[in-house]
């Protein structure tokens, strides 16, 4: 059994209670951490060679760069408000200071960088939302750092699944450097559950079942996804969140769908009624 779930733990004295890192995961390209700082708490990093997207997924914080400086941003106190985050991006070659105005909780999402793009604020008005999937595997999305948005390798993406519906579905997978049919992105899950004492299901499967992994995930858990497919189950009674980023070698989300199971998204459409104009 591969170890793929890393577990929250309580926040230590910079506030951390998550850490992902290449060296930890076995991988290349992705880091991910998540802080849980207190009102007046303070968190400052260097990037070094790697590019930050700073997700604030609960609380107002001040987020300080070498250039830029942003003020009492942050809006949601719970992600299950649904509302799109503030987040900010900041290249390679830079810093970050987040000072938390409020209890603040706040996901570092890192890549390796090339410094080819400025520090920047992703507001919630520039995120991208979108319904995707119908009937039981609907969820939204919150697209916060797409490809079509500049970065030079991470993709961050925020997903709500309501409850008893499945996401990620039909499971799909992008662990080939196959363009331009499939791309290789290392991802990592990091899940919320509502009621927090909950839990969701995801799966981690490759073609030959050489990985072939059942996860039970608990509110604050994040998910390793090294290869293969990769759906994820809101029990009944409980929504599920989660945030992924996403990093490999080519700066582009081309997945490939599970042969035995794409059946099943033409089937949601076919028998989606129709809805009339305006509507």
Known sequence: MRDLIVPGRKPDEEGK?????????????????????RKGQALKKETGDQEVCIVLLTGKSHIYTEREKWENIGQRMNVFEKTPPYSVYV???DFYKVEAVTDAELAICSAPGKGTHPARLIAPHDVGVEKRGAGNIERKIHNILPEYQP???????????????????????HDQDNLPHESYLEETYYHKVNPDHGFAVQRVYSDDRTLDETLIVKN????????????????????????????????????????????????????????????
Not at 17 to 37: C, D, H, I, N, Q
Not at 151 to 173: I, R
Not at 241 to 246: A, E, F, I, K, Q
């Open 91 to 93: 290249p390679s070659g």
């Open 151 to 173: 970065a030079d390798s991470l993709l961050v993406v925020e997903v709500f699944t309501p409850e008893g519906n499945w996401s990620s579905y039909p499971p799909h997978k």
């Open 220 to 279: 604050g858990d994040a998910v390793l996804v090294p290869e293969g497919y990769h759906p994820v189950s809101a029990p009944p009674g409980y929504e599920v969140y989660y945030l992924n980023v996403m990093a490999g070698p080519v700066r582009t989300w081309k997945f490939h769908n599970d042969p035995d199971h794409e059946w099943v998204m033409e089937s949601k459409l076919e028998t989606k009624p129709l809805r009339k104009e305006g509507e």
């Open 17 to 37: 209670v998550l850490s992902v890192t290449p060296e930890s995961a076995g991988w290349k390209y992705v880091g991910f951490e998540v802080y849980a700082l």
